[in-house]
């Protein structure tokens, strides 16, 4: 039999793979794979679906991530797929693998991390699973949200000559990354030496630890009549999540490098490590910011609202996916987003 | 810091532990932990939500099963759940988190299965995640399905005096997955060894490996007319579900030996095995059958139904749980259905 490395076809080329030969047979799929999430009619209103996995050693370590933190974080990122849909999350199921080397002690301090996340956006734990794994820790998290159904926003409706917006800040979750990946090497070597984290850390380590999910624009959204034509949340960085939407709608996109939101310790941070602060907006992930397009007849209602970036425009698909640097420059930008299975 | 090991609380009470200090918030939550599915509103209807994780090494050995059964398998043991809530599945979700042990051919074999049972079923794949594990096979998958709010049957509606009823048969999932254990343990001490698994195993096996959702008397009652009082389904052997009915619904219950359905290839394979066959029936898991009461008012409408036994009567609470046996006798049951954290 013939033996197909997984690596060979990348993370979104695996799941394009498997995923290709399903078909949906229910009146109530208004959309399966390929999105934050899926959509599931229920009357005037529809319902949201997304689930994450969580795996030690691949998406966490313990040498430098408090449980509460991951509770929380677990809960954050699937909240963050749901607000990416321009839906208001109401319900998570919450599961976990687990080796008996975790005490019930620090399943408390992980439960307590999901806790605060369903206080912080008002979600509901409904269900989940709790099983026992071979080898650390598994976490697997459902999140269930809900929009009126002329509200929800998928990654394919950006149009030619649509607005470009990014919330937020670009890059601090993984220069919070590289700082503890940093530190883990120090006291690797001499586990007596205390962590020096730096002036910008309490920012960066925020960021990278305990990130929040930006339902807080569905709202905005809400309050100013407007619905992007198109939206995503930034989990791999803005050149994967781009070219997502660029793939999904059929466009082109050209970001301008002056436009992209970059807090200014990230900034100084990534001079620090001798990074291009935008390097880090385009190819660090986990901010969990959103990335959307607008009508731009939407301009002016959006043009002084808070913590809201426009960053560039939608083009023709041949035009390609372009970045204007500060220098004058243009340069293609380079598809991200790898997930190599180990 | 105290460290309680995982396995003082048990497998529930761990998940009530951990689950106590969460409060719903949201006006569309009608049930939340506790059921086999979380029910969600959607105006006329409600949603039901369930999920279920599957670790290499703990619930499936590769030794002895092939990718697409555990594919097939992964999807109905979810759908049974929502069976049990007496509502249609619709829609799932399907993750696995892998190491690069296995091959793009190995997952199409997976995902072959997953196909099969959602055709089976017409229900969808929705959604999923795809990621690295650093040790063997995960599995996470959520079932979506949908019932108008009257026909949605929890554990905590059984009455004194509701008759005790279960579908199909029991034990012989596991009697086929004993089979399997011993063929495994032969083939270990001589590799050369073919496997002999002897007359009864076709049936046993199929149970065991490729088990059906019973879905098919979730149409069934609502043709009949009937609502059961009270549902679950049969995982972790009849036992288990049994107290999980009677601790919800704070009742007891008598089940006749008689009446607890068996198959004939269950009873004599486990005679060969010198087991008991009302042990496998109570004790055994993975029948996925359903458990569920009715009110003695439904009794002419379900009394020739197909596939389908009246097995038992619920009774008041401080009359505990018993088995009235062939042979007259009544023994307490005891509490099964214990997941060791290893």
Chains 1, 2 share one sequence.
């Not at 009126?148 to 220069?175: E, F, H, M, Q």
């Not at 984290?197 to 925020?206: P, T």
């Not at 436009?259 to 100084?268: C, S």
Request: net charge negative; hydrophobic share 40%; glycine share 10%.
């Amino acid at each position: 039999m013939q033996r197909t490395d997984v690596n060979t076809l990348g993370e979104f080329g695996l799941i394009d793979h498997l995923t290709q030969g399903f078909t949906n047979r229910q009146p109530t799929t208004v959309l399966g794979v390929g999105d934050d999430a899926a959509i599931i009619d229920a009357g005037a209103e529809q319902i949201v679906v997304s689930t994450d996995m969580l795996v030690e050693g691949i998406h966490f370590d313990f040498a430098y991530t408090p449980l509460k933190h991951l509770g929380y974080k677990a809960v954050t990122v699937n909240l963050s797929d749901i607000a990416a849909m321009n839906a208001r999350p109401e319900q998570i199921t919450f599961s976990i693998a687990l080796s008996n080397r975790f005490s019930v002690e620090a399943l408390d301090e992980l439960y307590a991390g999901v806790q605060a996340a369903c206080k912080q956006y008002g979600v509901d734990l409904v269900g989940g699973d709790t099983t026992s794994s071979t080898k650390g820790l598994i976490i697997s998290v459902t999140a269930i949200g809900r929009a009126p159904a002329g509200r929800i926003t998928r990654r394919s409706g950006a149009k030619v000559g649509d607005l470009i917006c990014i919330t937020g800040n670009l890059g601090s979750a993984y220069l919070g990354l590289q700082l503890l990946e940093r530190e883990k090497a120090v006291f690797k070597d001499n586990p007596d030496m205390q962590p020096e984290m730096g002036e910008y850390a309490a920012y960066l380590l925020q960021r990278q630890l305990r990130p929040e999910a930006r339902t807080d624009m569905v709202d905005l959204f809400a309050k100013e009549g407007i619905v992007p034509t198109s939206m995503i949340d930034i989990s791999d960085g803005l050149a994967s999540e781009l070219f997502h939407i660029c793939k999904a709608s059929g466009v082109g996109a050209v970001i301008e490098e002056s436009g992209v939101p970059i807090h200014n310790d990230a900034q100084l941070q990534a001079l620090e490590f001798n990074l291009d602060p935008i390097t880090t907006a385009l190819s660090g992930g986990e901010d969990y910011e959103l990335l959307f397009t607008i009508d731009p007849k939407d301009t002016e209602k959006i043009r002084f609202l808070p913590d809201l970036y426009i960053s560039g425009e939608i083009v023709a698909r041949e035009d390609g996916i372009k970045l204007h640097t500060k220098g004058g420059n243009i340069h293609p930008i380079q598809a991200q987003g790898w997930k190599h299975f180990e």
